[in-house]
Nanobody, 125 residues
Framework: QVQLFESGGGSVQTGGSLRLTCVAS????????IGWFRQAPGKEREGVAG???????TVVDRLKGRFTVSQDTAKNTVYLQMNSLKPEDTAMYYC???????????????????WGQGTQVTVSS
């Protein structure tokens, strides 16, 4: 059984930074990628960034330059560093992992095997 635990969310002002942490418990065998999604009130959930089993990282284009993703394999932990935060970054951020055998860097929402409970990020102007 795999479980994902996010932390690091909070309230910051515009221009601030946060680092989100996702600790994965359970096996990593068969995991293809792990990443981050976010969902703002009234909006659809969207992909943010992810990392493949072999360390290939990806960040969605609109967030490149401000967000970075990294991992500590020894700790089975993935990080999302968010800089220069804007009010439009306000959302619930979720960690997700894909285990379906297909290569990925950012999990595909319809192929996610496990979701975390989410951590709230609020950016005020």
């Amino acid at each position: 059984q795999v479980q994902l635990f996010e932390s690091g969310g909070g309230s910051v002002q515009t221009g601030g930074s946060l680092r989100l942490t996702c600790v994965a418990s359970g096996t990593t065998d068969g995991r293809n990628c792990i990443g981050w999604f976010r969902q703002a009130p009234g909006k659809e959930r969207e992909g943010v960034a992810g990392i493949s089993t072999f360390g290939t990282t990806t960040v969605v284009d609109r967030l490149k330059g401000r967000f970075t993703v990294s991992q500590d394999t020894a700790k089975n932990t993935v990080y999302l560093q968010m800089n220069s935060l804007k009010p439009e970054d306000t959302a619930m951020y979720y960690c997700a992992a894909q285990y379906d055998g297909r290569w990925c860097a950012l999990p595909r929402q319809n192929l996610v095997s496990y979701w975390g409970q989410g951590t709230q990020v609020t950016v005020s102007s």
